[in-house]
């Protein structure tokens, strides 16, 4: 495991000063929660869009219950 990407990576950050590894993580924070807003309105919009087809229902958890029966 010492030459994979990753290893290779955390060695570098571990060779910065504490301040900027903690920078660092903060960035990388901050991308990860940017990453995961955008496909959670990517989600949003392909669920939408399936309502709008039809192909997909609004109701509470009785409603679609009742469907499946």
């Given at each position: 495991?010492?030459?994979?990407?990753?290893?290779?990576?955390?060695d570098?950050?571990?060779?910065?000063?504490?301040?900027?590894?903690?920078?660092?993580?903060?960035?990388?924070?901050?991308?990860?929660?940017?990453?995961?807003?955008?496909?959670?309105?990517?989600?949003?919009?392909?669920?939408?869009?399936?309502?709008?087809?039809?192909?997909?229902?609004?109701?509470?958890?009785?409603?679609?219950?009742?469907?499946?029966?």
């Open positions: 495991m010492n030459n994979t990407p990753i290893q290779k990576a955390l570098a950050i571990e060779s910065l000063p504490l301040e900027d590894q903690q920078m660092l993580v903060g960035i990388m924070n901050r991308r990860l929660i940017e990453q995961r807003r955008q496909e959670i309105a990517q989600n949003a919009e392909i669920t939408l869009q399936a309502v709008r087809e039809n192909r997909a229902s609004i109701g509470f958890l009785n409603d679609i219950q009742g469907d499946l029966l």
